[in-house]
């Protein structure tokens, strides 16, 4: 009893920023994972090809590494919030767009795509540095966990409401319905984010110096090099299992509780993983993970059924958080001992954002050349056995990171527990 009101028993001073930044989080989390999911069937449903949806992904890859740098250069020169007002706003346009075009978005894909990845790029950035700003050693905890659940709340919430929404209403309306409240829910963050106090920015942007920093810095060239290929793995995974989803059952709803699956578990597990995955058990944790991971591809591989797509995200949502808890706490330990990391540390964000997009970009060029040149039932099987491995490459890569002694050291961004993209 003791420890679950450790807080209110500590009498932690949380602030109003840190409240508004809470509730931003909290209604993005919700928006995205009530719509974004359904785009892409809301795509498939009016075009019928992958290669519209791929197109659309490649949009958001594209342009998200662009704007992650364009926006670290921006909250270098001007207020972090103005950044993060930014991030809603075009995130709210995206909405509004497909709202506006309709029946017509799969014409306008990769605009749809360009419009999210901006959108994406500006939030992110600017919510991860204002984490920092915002919080202090003794209410991070607090911040990152109650983050956590609102995210989870989201994950395991949003896509099975809306698959429930479009299931009882007729045509377009029920995607309409949910793209509309999405939108609503951007807009009350921007409503928020005029409550948040100005960040002034100082220093210069050092993207060059940080990138050309892997050359001076074994451990962090291998730990971006590790990135490109987790974005291999995910550029193509992150819209065709929801197709194939949607295409074996015919049903949103059915959608819906795939992710409330993957996400639920996911939500348990990362809980698990955090507290019995020690420092010295990150690599071989990262090694059981990404061969449970690439293994649970073979499930849906051969006479794929909806029950086995259902055993495929269980699988799923035990392998993320058994490799996302030690890698990223080993990518921001690389991070926290590189050089001047304290000053650079959106210099870092953004290139390793950089190189996450550059593996997802080729898999889904690879992706569309494939597709282009034999029958997308046949390719699709040996693409994703292909990049499936992409998250095997990584321990290969990370097995050879060594930190040399523990020093303290401040965790550099909240990821986000669950990721419906990353299947």
């Not at 971006?224 to 989803?245: C, D, N, P, S």
């Not at 990362?270 to 993970?289: D, P």
């Not at 099987?381 to 292909?386: C, G, M, Q, R, S």
Request: glycine share 8%; aromatic share 18%.
């Amino acid at each position: 009893m003791g420890k679950r009101f450790e807080f209110i028993h500590n009498k932690i001073d949380i602030n109003r920023d840190l409240l508004f930044l809470l509730v931003i989080g909290g209604l993005y989390s919700l928006g995205i994972f009530l719509s974004n999911t359904f785009v892409n069937v809301y795509l498939w449903k009016q075009s019928g090809d992958y290669t519209t949806i791929a197109v659309y992904n490649l949009g958001i890859f594209l342009f998200q590494p662009v704007t992650f740098i364009v926006a670290g250069k921006i909250a270098k020169k001007v207020d972090r919030v103005i950044v993060l007002r930014l991030g809603v706003t075009f995130l709210s346009l995206f909405f509004l767009c497909v709202l506006i075009i309709g029946e017509a978005s799969s014409k306008y894909n990769f605009m749809l795509g360009s419009l999210l990845g901006i959108g994406y790029g500006f939030y992110w950035l600017a919510f991860n540095v204002l984490t920092f700003e915002i919080t202090e050693p003794e209410t991070r905890d607090f911040f990152n966990g109650f983050l956590g659940v609102l995210q989870s709340f989201g994950g395991m919430i949003g896509p099975l409401l809306a698959g429930i929404i479009i299931a009882r209403m007729e045509a377009n309306i029920g995607y309409t319905t949910i793209f509309s409240i999405s939108f609503t829910l951007f807009i009350l963050s921007v409503v928020c984010s005029f409550f948040l106090n100005r960040r002034k920015a100082e220093g210069n942007f050092h993207f060059k110096r940080i990138l050309r920093e892997r050359h001076h810095n074994k451990n962090w060239g291998r730990i971006l090099y590790a990135h490109i290929f987790q974005g291999l793995r995910e550029g193509i995974f992150a819209f065709v299992i929801t197709i194939w989803v949607f295409l074996i059952t015919g049903s949103e709803f059915s959608l819906g509780m795939f992710n409330l699956v993957l996400s639920g578990l996911s939500f348990i597990f990362y809980f698990v993983a955090t507290k019995f995955i020690k420092i010295h058990m990150r690599k071989k944790a990262i090694l059981l993970g990404s061969l449970l991971l690439y293994f649970s591809i073979f499930i849906i591989l051969f006479n794929i059924s909806y029950f086995q797509l259902i055993i495929y995200a269980f699988f799923i949502g035990i392998a993320y958080p058994i490799i996302n808890v030690p890698y990223v706490s080993m990518t921001y330990d690389v991070i926290g001992k590189a050089w001047k990391a304290k000053d650079l540390r959106v210099e870092y964000i953004v290139v390793r954002e950089l190189f996450v997009n550059i593996g997802r970009v080729a898999s889904i060029l690879v992706f569309l050349i494939a597709v282009s040149l034999y029958p997308a039932e046949k390719v699709i099987p040996i693409l994703l056995v292909l990049f499936g491995t992409g998250h095997i490459f990584i321990y290969l890569f990370i097995r050879n990171v060594y930190l040399g002694t523990k020093r303290k050291k401040e965790v550099l961004i909240k990821e986000q527990i669950t990721d419906e993209k990353n299947r």
